[in-house]
């Protein structure tokens, strides 16, 4: 169960995972030890899962950011067990961010960071077409992001 302190924490921390626990102490007027014990208490039990550095995609020359939506072909009697391979196997391209199965219409959905719209067109046709079931892509530029 969350409290609202530990909601308070989290706020924080969600903003920025490297805050001081004394500024966190500051800012939420919880006390120094008191925070501290939430934090690794939220740890222990799996709701804080990890801590992330959140990088600068053109600083690294991944300017362009899409969103590609997979529709898979029913290659297989088990239809879940393909989706799911071919989405550990999306993942593991060094361009995907992010990789989920999905409801509905479509059944994976994939975030992916590239230098520009060449690399963009190469990774769908040439790299994300060739795994085994996939029937066919829909690519959406982001534009712009707000955090």
Known sequence: MLYRKDEKILEILKKDCKTPIKNISAQTGIPLTTVHNRIKNM??????????????KKMIGRSISAWVMIDMADISSD?????????????????????YLLTGNIDIIAKVNVSDTDSLNEFVTKKLRTIPGIKRTTTSVILKHER
Do not use: F, Q, T, W
Request: some cysteine.
């Open 43 to 56: 740890e222990k039990h799996g709701i804080i899962k990890s801590y992330v550095a959140l990088i600068d």
């Open 79 to 99: 239809k879940d067990n393909s989706d799911e391979l071919a989405a550990k196997r999306i993942k593991e391209m060094p361009e995907v961010e992010e990789c």
